[in-house]
């Protein structure tokens, strides 16, 4: 079965440009309040928090259309062999041998996190990818399944 990358998350990542936009402008609004000096110059300080804006959301535009582009390519699927992750011409497999362990966190609306704990990579979290319920109950038939092979 194959899964890809929520659409939950990629607006929680659209958000991020305007949330930090607001941050340093509230931020900046704060810091001014106090301010009644002659020795004050209004206009370095809005050309320092205005670039610092612009330098912040700006980044986490980008950082946000770079993740986009690298979630129309990839692509999870549970096989018998392992978990194999797709990205762009690139698979790797991740053998069910090496799963020690499944981290699941469940919420009232379902599974809110799961996590493979491996012995060679450490931690894959499999959170960001859509229909968790579905991605849960089918790693952990392959994993218990291998535990009990030991």
């Known amino acids: 079965m194959e899964f890809r990358i929520s659409e939950k998350l990629l607006a929680k990542k659209r958000r991020g440009p305007i949330l930090v936009a607001a941050y340093v402008s509230a931020l900046a609004l704060l810091l001014s309040l106090p301010v009644e000096s002659d020795e004050f110059s209004w206009s370095s300080f809005v050309f320092v928090f205005g670039v610092t804006a612009i330098i912040a959301s700006g980044s986490n535009y980008l950082g946000y259309r770079n993740f986009y582009k690298y979630s129309l390519h990839h692509k999870i699927n549970v096989t018998e062999a392992g978990l194999l992750s797709h990205e762009g011409d690139t698979e790797s497999l991740l053998k069910w041998e090496k799963v ?3 981290i699941v966190k469940k919420g009232k609306s379902g599974v809110k996190k799961l996590v493979l704990c491996t012995s060679i990579t ?4 499999l959170t960001r990818y859509e229909n968790l319920d579905q991605l849960c109950e089918l790693v952990s038939n392959y994993v218990s399944a291998n535990n009990n092979d030991l």
């Open 100 to 102: 020690n362990d499944i």
């Open 122 to 125: 450490g931690k894959v979290d």
